[in-house]
């Protein structure tokens, strides 16, 4: 049933409550190192479902499609926040992949020293948990929107006091995702500001036949790894012994709106993912192609900075600041892609 033939009454002829259809979970994680862990799973009534962790960021772990996984999880599993270590690689401990791990606020990237900050990889957002989380289904002229959402404060004394407020939500019958955050510093000083949105994505979503679409004009491999595999960032391999990262930084093309996107396309399965985003927001774009045996996934990163790490943004000019009081909103839509004509309409896109 589409969200645009959605009748309350008429569909409660023929249910006792709608959580048979549509809706949220709300529960806690028991076990091992997710002991504890809050997480809400969110289902749209036509496939697709999800599972969003406030007490990870409000990152989302699982995400499939009529019973296809999309998502990457990791050999950690998911781990409670109180388990994280921000120095070195101590990020990598905790690092469960899911579906989207945010990445930030202060620092993206390679662990360094910055200013003599000793800064770990990737930042800390993604093991703060959230505040006055909400979890509730609302009727927006007339259908059902399912929305979670709360607030990540990252504060240090003598440092940062920087706010990401986030809302996810998802319509009944509609097979998109939409993220609506804003970040806002608190303090009474500059401080730098790295956000990275580390999409990733896993088998079977991801195999050997699956591909990406891309609007890009410019691909520039991050290192001598990556410049070996310039010419099949496409395209993808199978599991691989010792394989070695690449990384790609893509300039992503927009329409008329500011608008870009990337996705990935299982051509066996007739079904991908889109991940759409406004460049005015999020002006880079990282691309993670990770082959190895059990390390296989596919990274698609909207971001607003490099992954070499802080010291090297500011020594590069690239590194950007948040003033005192300032606000900045980020809006991504995740698309469902659903049979061959939609992937044709998105390979359109691209003429």
Same mark, same amino acid.
Request: net charge negative; hydrophobic share 35%; charged share 25%.
């Given at each position: ?149 709360? !607030? ?24 998109? *995702? ?21 999409? !990733? ?17 410019? *691909? ?7 410049? /070996? ?85 500011? /020594? ?36």
């Amino acid at each position: 049933m589409g969200k645009e033939k959605f009748n309350k009454r008429e569909l409660l002829r023929y249910i006792g409550d709608t959580s048979q259809l549509f809706g949220l979970k709300d529960y806690y994680l028991n076990g091992g190192k997710a002991d504890g862990v809050r997480a809400v799973d969110m289902k749209n009534g036509s496939g697709l479902e999800l599972t969003i962790l406030p007490d990870r960021a409000l990152d989302i772990a699982n995400l499939s499609y009529k019973g296809i996984n999309f998502s990457y999880i990791s050999s950690t599993g998911i781990v409670a926040p109180q388990y994280f270590n921000e120095f070195g690689q101590g990020f990598l401990r905790n690092f469960y992949g899911g579906f989207l791990t945010t990445c930030g606020l202060t620092s993206v990237g390679a662990p360094c020293n910055d200013n003599g900050e000793e800064l770990g990889a990737h930042g800390c957002i993604s093991n703060i948990p959230a505040e006055e989380v909400y979890a509730g289904t609302e009727y927006i002229d007339g259908i059902p929107v399912m929305k979670v959402s709360g !607030n990540l404060k990252e504060a240090r004394f003598f440092g940062e006091n920087i706010t990401l407020t986030r809302q996810i939500s998802v319509c009944y019958g509609e097979n998109k *995702v939409y993220i609506k955050d804003e970040v806002e510093n608190n303090g009474f000083s500059e401080v730098p500001f790295m956000i990275l949105y580390h999409f !990733n994505l896993g088998y079977p979503l991801l195999a050997e036949d699956s591909y990406l679409i891309l609007p890009s004009s410019q *691909v520039t491999p991050r290192d001598t790894d990556a410049e /070996k595999g310039i010419c099949e960032y496409r395209v993808f391999q199978p599991p691989t012994p010792k394989y070695k990262e690449q990384v790609f930084y893509h300039n992503l093309k927009e329409d008329d709106k500011g608008k870009t996107f990337s996705a990935l396309i299982n051509p066996k399965l007739s079904v991908g993912v889109a991940i759409k985003f406004d460049k005015s927001q999020l002006g880079r774009f990282t691309q993670w192609k990770q082959m190895g045996e059990g390390e296989y996934v596919l990274g698609l990163e909207p971001c607003n900075c490099p992954v070499e790490g802080r010291a090297k943004a500011r /020594k590069d000019g690239t590194l950007e600041f948040l003033k005192p009081g300032e606000k900045r909103k980020f809006d991504i839509e995740i698309q469902i892609i659903d049979g061959d004509k939609e992937i044709q309409q998105l390979k359109d896109k691209l003429t």
